[in-house]
């Protein structure tokens, strides 16, 4: 892992891309120096000041050893982002301390300095004036010495991180408990404790001009497809912006079908969650500063696979994917179908039903379809306002929400009691499948609007054109609708249900293609 | 971009036709409509008919009312009075979950494919709403009656028909049945006899009998032991009672039918036509109103015979009395006729209401009687 070089591939980047149409960071380009250092250490300290000019977290540290005059060092960092304890340990104190005239028959002082006297594990030496204001921006600590043209970047960064916590948006009942956090090297750590192989590999780039924001591209270089990862490759190298803050950033820039509400890109917080993807021969991208970590290519089932799944009984799991499955598919038809049938095919209700439906939509002035969309509305402003408010004003909202959506529109007569008891179930089923929230909501609407002006008919037309949009996407290349349309095989052991382990010897088609065995089972096994 | 349009247009031609092919559809709020629960029809004075509905209206909120409205309207066809009802109370009627079709004898003996015409043509009725033929002078009386289970009369009389089979007094024969039977080789339909009973001064409705039918007009009425008898010949018997009013080994016995099985054979000899009637029943004993022992051996065998006997008895007279009183063949004779001897049914087509006439019934009655329901005997009452 080499911040540097990777830095170095930045820059030589850029100055490819100046030539080019790049205009969005043009004043930073003309900022940075072609300057060279210099053999004077003042001049160098200047040079570097006056590239970091107007900022007053920059320290500037000079000393001298105390047996060698000549040796004039000087220390430059950013204040708060390194540890202290580091610099006044292995570096002044080594510096200020050793006995330079007599160890050292000083033909390269600064390399002697490097190899006998700093105590230090990570350390490079650099000509480069903007690779040096680079490291000192990243929290690393630069080293000059009197006579030499030449800087050491030394490794000294810490900063506050947060704990590895269990992730808030994905909990589960049993499996590891670890989540990502917002540093990727914590992130990378928790992959490799669970893939400890030497194919692991990680593949650094820095993306946003101003933010310089590192990503990693991680895969098991014996499964993944390199058509894909070729793809995302180009895909990651067309992304010119100026920065970017959260993983959603790339999520939305290299996604297929970026119309569609569906995802083509998925995303976990969990590493267990993530490893399981790598060894199916997907890819990761992870992000520094997102707890967030991407995986390509993400298709339909994707959906409904929860982690838990593989980790409890497969009957279990596979009834839970069951649930999830119908669970989505009705909160996406469920008011659309009641739609239908109320306003246009009275006909197939049966006569009880008819007259208690009729009953409670006595005297209600708005029509159903309204009443449909106003409500729908409500729940998901409900949700909104519950999902951004501070915790103690959120016990309001949902007392409010419950009497909006309850008995009060009911006694005022502004809506019927069924659309509200339809309106609460298709959001409780939409919340099963919060990962899919985006799709559900339009297509819902969708069908909901295709239903109040062609009734079934429309349901069924509408449904159509959703199914023919997923057919019709790829993520990277493969079907969307990959391994749900055919359960022969081994195509359907991890979609509709989740088979059990034993017989999931395959991983799935055209992701894995080029390893596709995953286990070999042995002859002992008893079944 | 041509097969850009050209997609566009295919999508746009696809979704406008949707909208001509998909059949009867119409946007309409469900409070919005007329909800018709039966109808009566009757012979109107100015016009052909007059046609009383029973609309159920309701009143929402937080208690739910059901109640019923009663509206007679007059027209020349059964169309023209039903759409009128718009005039009335400004909504249309809504067809679909109308239950019954209660007819006057006087519509009845006038023909009821003129009626029935419209219930079958109309695409919102539906063809398993129930044929009833009023006892009493006009049929929009019957709606007079106070129903006892539902709010609304015409669903309780579609349950007291739908139920009819544990029951066996009344045939429960909807629109598509009258249909198919009239469209039959030589078939004559029945239908259920409604009428009001007075009972503790309240008026209820009564479903008892059968109206018989020669093609589709109304030619006389059998009672309720008649018509299990019929219903046995017609092999449309699940379940019900059958009572003897003789003493059988000393006991009155209640027998409770469990299942029945009528199988009609024709017997052709040179020069007559007899029609085989042979019925399977299987029955427990359910009532024993007496001392005397029925359940041992002897008593069973007494019991059986005289049950084979006693509807021997009655399939006999019965197709008798429609012989000579009425001379229409409801059992279904001809049609087990043209599918087991085609050639003789040719032959005798033309003159069926003769051989009708004439046609000697052989009847063997089975009666199997498989237990004593709980007790495995009598009650003994000492004196």
């Known amino acids: ?527 | 971009m041509v097969k850009k349009i050209r997609t566009v247009m295919l999508l746009l031609l696809i979704s406008l036709s949707m909208l001509f092919l998909s059949g009867c559809w119409n946007y309409r709020e469900i409070d919005e409509i007329a909800i018709v629960a039966g109808v009566a029809v009757d012979k109107g004075i100015n016009k052909n008919y007059l046609v009383t509905m029973e609309i159920v209206e309701l009143r929402g909120g937080t208690e739910t009312q059901l109640l019923t409205k009663i509206i007679s309207l007059e027209g020349n066809s059964m169309f023209e009075a039903i759409r009128s009802i718009i005039s009335y109370i400004g909504k249309k009627a809504y067809w679909s979950h109308a239950k019954v079709v209660i007819v006057s004898q006087d519509i009845a003996k006038e023909g009821l494919v003129k009626i029935i015409d419209w219930f079958s043509r109309d695409t919102e009725a539906r063809e398993n709403i129930y044929l009833l033929v009023s006892k009493h002078e006009t049929a929009k009386e019957i709606f007079e009656g106070k129903p006892v289970t539902s709010e609304v009369l015409s669903f309780q009389l579609e349950k007291m028909l739908h139920n009819q089979r544990n029951l066996g007094k009344a045939p429960a024969e909807d629109i598509r049945q009258f249909i198919n039977v009239l469209s039959t080789e030589g078939g004559n339909p029945v239908a259920p006899v409604i009428s009001i009973k007075d009972i503790n001064g309240q008026k209820r409705v009564e479903i008892i009998g059968t109206a018989v039918f020669r093609s589709d007009r109304l030619v006389g009425f059998l009672d309720e032991l008649d018509t299990q008898t019929m219903l046995f010949i017609q092999n449309e018997v699940k379940g019900g009672v059958i009572y003897s009013e003789e003493k059988v080994a000393g006991s009155y016995v209640t027998l409770e039918i469990f299942k029945s099985k009528t199988k009609l054979k024709p017997i052709i000899d040179e020069n007559s036509l007899a029609m085989e009637i042979d019925i399977e029943i299987e029955a427990a004993i359910n009532e024993i109103n007496d001392i005397g022992d029925v359940i041992g051996e002897d008593g069973r065998t007494q019991l059986k015979h005289h049950y084979e006997n006693l509807i021997n008895k009655r399939v006999t007279e019965l197709v008798e009395k429609v012989q000579t009183q009425y001379n229409t063949d409801i059992f279904g004779f001809a049609i087990k006729l043209y599918r087991n001897e085609p050639r003789l049914w040719k032959e005798i087509r033309g003159s069926w209401k003769e051989e009708f006439r004439n046609l000697k019934v052989k009847t063997n009655t089975k009666v199997k009687i498989i237990n004593s329901a709980q007790l495995a005997k009598p009650f003994e009452v000492e004196e």
């Open chain 1, 1 to 527: 892992m080499s911040i540097i070089n990777s830095g170095d591939s930045m820059f030589g980047k850029d100055k490819k891309k100046k030539s080019g149409n790049n205009n969005i960071d043009s004043e930073s380009n003309k900022s940075k120096q072609d300057k060279e250092l210099g053999k004077s250490l003042d001049d160098n300290i200047n040079l570097v000041k006056s590239i970091l000019s107007d900022d007053e977290t920059l320290v500037v540290r000079r000393f001298q050893n105390k047996f060698l005059k000549a040796a004039k060092c000087c220390i430059i960092y950013f204040d708060g982002m390194v540890n202290q304890l580091i610099i006044n340990e292995s570096i002044i104190k080594p510096v200020l301390d050793s006995n330079l005239t007599q160890d050292i028959s000083a033909n390269n002082l600064l390399e002697e300095l490097q190899f006998k006297v700093l105590v230090n594990n990570y350390l490079v030496s650099s000509r480069n004036v903007d690779s040096i204001v680079d490291a000192i921006i990243c929290g690393d600590v630069v080293f000059f010495l009197d006579g030499y043209d030449e800087a050491l970047v030394i490794r000294a960064n810490d900063w506050e991180k947060r704990a590895i916590t269990e992730p808030e948006s994905e909990r589960l009942m049993r499996g590891p408990r670890e989540g990502f956090t917002e540093s990727l090297e914590t992130n990378l750590v928790l992959l490799r404790r669970r893939i400890k192989c030497p194919l692991f590999k990680t593949e650094f780039r820095v993306i946003g001009q101003r933010t310089r924001t590192k990503v990693c591209v991680c895969y098991i270089s014996d499964i993944v497809s390199l058509n894909i990862l070729n793809e995302l490759r180009r895909r990651l190298d067309d992304i010119n912006i100026d920065g970017i803050i959260d993983s959603g950033y790339i999520q939305e820039l290299i996604r297929d079908e970026p119309f569609s509400p569906f995802c083509t890109v998925g995303y976990s917080e969990r590493p267990d969650v993530v490893a399981a993807k790598l060894l199916e021969g997907r890819i990761a991208i992870i992000v520094d500063g997102s707890p967030a970590v991407l995986t390509v290519p993400y298709i339909i089932v994707e959906n409904a696979q929860a982690n838990e799944d593989y980790y409890n009984n497969y009957i279990l799991a596979s009834f839970n994917r069951f649930i999830r499955t119908t669970a989505t598919i009705s909160a996406v038809t469920i008011p659309a179908v009641y739609m239908a049938i109320v306003t246009y095919h009275q006909e197939m209700l049966p006569t009880p039903v008819l007259l208690s439906l009729s009953a409670s939509r006595q005297g209600v002035p708005f029509p159903t379809a309204l009443s449909f969309f106003i409500m729908l509305l409500i729940f998901d402003i409900l949700r909104e306002a519950g999902a951004r408010m501070p915790l103690s004003i959120g016990q309001a909202i949902n007392i409010v929400g419950a009497l909006v959506l309850g008995e009060a529109a009911i006694n005022a007569k502004l809506v019927s009691a069924p659309v509200i008891v339809i309106t609460a179930v298709s959001g409780i089923l939409t919340l099963l499948n919060a990962r899919m929230l985006t799709a559900i909501i339009f297509t819902r609407f969708f069908l909901l609007f295709m239903a109040s002006i062609l009734g079934i008919y429309g349901v069924i037309f509408g449904f159509l054109i959703i199914v023919l949009h997923l057919s019709s996407m790829r993520s990277f290349g493969v079907p969307y609708l990959l391994s749900i349309t055919r359960i022969t095989d081994h195509d359907g052991q991890d979609s509709w249900i989740r088979a059990p382990w034993w017989t999931m010897t395959l991983r799935p088609k055209i992701i894995a293609a080029r390893n596709l065995v995953r286990q070999t089972v042995g002859k002992n096994r008893r079944r």
